[in-house]
């Protein structure tokens, strides 16, 4: 899995660094980053309930009902990690 965290570049008053990708290797990894970036953000004065963050799924067979149920999983894990939107590639030709 991979997960990459984008910052948006509107935010003018930014901490130098805080607008940095990062891609993640976990779900641990991503609560740990958003976790670091809402205390970043709080820091700065800014509200950091107000970001959100795309996280990207591996392609999902709908036709499977187990692979459907691995990717929910998935997703209310990332969800419950700070997740707010997800990139979900799904196999068009099956």
């Not at 609560?31 to 950091?48: I, K, S, T, Y």
């Not at 990207?56 to 998935?74: S, Y």
């Amino acid at each position: 899995m991979r997960f990459t965290l984008e910052y948006p570049s509107e935010i003018p008053t930014a901490a130098p660094g805080l607008l940095a990708p990062e891609v993640l290797d976990s779900a641990e990894r991503l609560g740990q980053a958003v976790d670091g970036l809402r205390a970043d953000l709080a820091a700065a004065g800014r509200n950091p309930a107000a970001i959100e963050v795309q996280v990207e799924v591996t392609t999902i067979d709908f036709g499977d009902p187990a692979a459907v149920r691995r990717a929910v999983e998935q997703l209310r894990d990332l969800e419950d990690r700070g997740g707010t939107w997800a990139i979900v590639h799904v196999d068009a030709l099956g």
